[in-house]
């Protein structure tokens, strides 16, 4: 006696999204369409890329500032609660060129990119800005606007989506707001957490909601990441310090071209792991007289733009030395935490004036 088989059931986890189970038994026993992707574990998944701080992934929306023509950028750590259950929430402010509604629609969509393969800045594939957002928390809201008063939000929801149980789900329009929401305007009206001393050590983007429409100016976007539950620490002076830390060196030509940036207020001023350029921080330690290092070597090479690839591009290497003769005489805490001498600084990659990696080369 022949018997049918019985229907392919999947092994999913507890935790797996609700939507996606409904969506999937409907293809296995109805035969419905399969969308390319399924969004309801996509998001969940994308949740799990890896970057490797929450420096890194804050990078990839100051990179996004950068490339849209912003000439400020303001990266918050907002810490509320008190200790052992603190909230932080991170968002990310720049005053660059903004996004017509359907170009922020678009923009909220995986693989939405208007510089799709485009080698002259750093984003080229559309996931950057979500991956990075959902890798901090499980909420994203854009706010952007290219005229004073007429800011459009699109959010992303990890929760909303899972919970979805259509087989496509589509981006709703943009809503049109005339101001920002109270938790949003209150970060960047209120002195934070830290650096402590706030009416000295930080500069407040406004210094109340009336102010802040001024403030706005014609054109920005804001990138917000509430109640973020997935950053490398869970206290706001521990990213606010590693975030300083590692955007002064990764932006450093930007900034010594002029670009104003800022994390929790504080201003970040650029360091040079090759002692160069002339508006480094190093330059202002106490007690150096020579301030650059010394140019040893200069060279060209040719390179693949991605492997396999028969096109090539020129890369620029240059060698530089320590000016020992000047520096040996300094004190070790001098040399270590002002020059930062002993930091893993050996080679420094660039790519369109952003430092892309640094470290050691073994071979």
Request: a negative charge.
């Amino acid at each position: 006696i022949k018997t049918e088989p019985e229907a392919f059931s999947p092994r999913w986890g507890d935790d797996a999204p609700k939507g996606a189970k409904v969506v999937l038994g409907r293809i296995i026993k109805d035969g419905a369409k399969v969308p390319l992707f399924l969004g309801q574990t996509l998001v969940h998944s994308l949740r799990d890329m890896g970057y490797n701080s929450t420096t890194s992934a804050v990078c990839e929306h100051v990179d996004n500032a950068i490339q849209w023509g912003a000439t400020e950028v303001r990266v918050y750590f907002n810490q509320t609660g008190k200790r052992g259950g603190y909230q932080i929430d991170v968002l990310v402010l720049d005053n660059g060129e903004g996004m017509a509604p359907h170009v922020l629609k678009v923009a909220t969509s995986f693989g939405g990119s208007m510089v799709y393969e485009n080698r002259d800045g750093i984003g080229r594939y559309g996931l950057g800005m979500k991956a990075a957002a959902l890798s901090m928390g499980p909420v994203m809201d854009l706010y952007s606007w290219q005229e004073p008063g007429a800011i459009y939000n699109m959010t992303l929801d990890v929760d909303d989506i899972s919970n979805n149980r259509s087989n496509l789900i589509e981006l709703p329009d943009p809503n049109l707001i005339d101001e920002l929401p109270s938790e949003v305007s209150r970060i960047l009206c209120t002195p934070m957490v830290f650096p402590k001393n706030p009416t000295e050590t930080q500069d407040l983007f406004a210094y109340d909601a009336k102010q802040l429409p001024d403030r706005l100016g014609p054109s920005g976007t804001i990138v917000f990441m509430p109640g973020c539950d997935r950053l490398t620490s869970r206290m706001a002076q521990t990213l606010v310090d590693h975030a300083t830390k590692e955007m002064a060196r990764i932006y450093r030509r930007q900034l010594d071209k002029g670009l104003r940036l800022f994390v929790n207020n504080r201003r970040v001023e650029p360091f040079d792991p090759t002692y160069w350029l002339p508006s480094a921080r190093h330059t202002r330690v106490e007690g150096i007289r020579e301030t650059r290092s010394r140019l040893v070597n200069s060279w060209q090479i040719e390179m693949p733009v991605e492997e396999g690839s028969i096109t090539q591009s020129p890369v620029s290497v240059r060698l530089y030395a320590l000016p020992i003769e000047d520096w040996g005489h300094l004190p070790r805490t001098v040399v270590r935490s002002g020059l930062r001498v002993y930091d893993d600084h050996t080679v420094s990659f660039m790519r369109n004036d952003r430092e892309v990696h640094i470290g050691t080369i073994t071979e």
